[in-house]
């Protein structure tokens, strides 16, 4: 069955740096899109980061604005996992970071890894 297992979260200073990790299995890895989502307390869960498919000759991403120029996604099909290189982190990054994929109509998604910002 499709599972996804997030990894890499913990506590760190403002301005330091995080990166996440998701290990998929149950699917073809490299045939999927891939998405990162947080959900920080007491606010919905929103997307951070989204790449595409690797045989593309350009490979698609996409950030949400408040994390441009800091985070970095990629994917090693290899190792069936998505990263999610995180610098110059901010209190306001504080959230549970989920993992997420489409197959067939269905959406599935991680238990998810808490990355807490705080000095």
């Known amino acids: 069955q499709v599972q996804l297992v997030e990894s890499g979260g913990g506590l760190v200073q403002p301005g330091g740096s995080l990166r996440l990790s998701c290990a998929a299995s149950?699917?073809?890895?490299?045939?999927?899109?891939m998405t990162w989502y947080r959900q920080a307390p007491g606010k919905e869960r929103d997307v951070v980061a989204s790449?595409?498919?690797?045989?593309?000759?350009?490979?698609?991403?996409y950030y949400a604005d408040s994390v441009k120029g800091r985070f970095t996604i990629s994917r090693d099909n290899a190792k069936n996992t998505v990263y999610l290189r995180m610098n110059g982190l901010k209190p306001e990054d504080t959230a549970i970071y989920y993992c997420?994929?489409?197959?067939?109509?269905?959406?599935?998604w991680g238990q998810g890894t808490q990355v807490t910002v705080s000095s």
């Open positions: 997420n994929t489409h197959l067939g109509g269905t959406t599935y």
């Open positions: 149950g699917f073809t890895f490299s045939h999927y899109g």
């Open positions: 790449i595409g498919l690797s045989d593309e000759i350009d490979e698609i991403t």
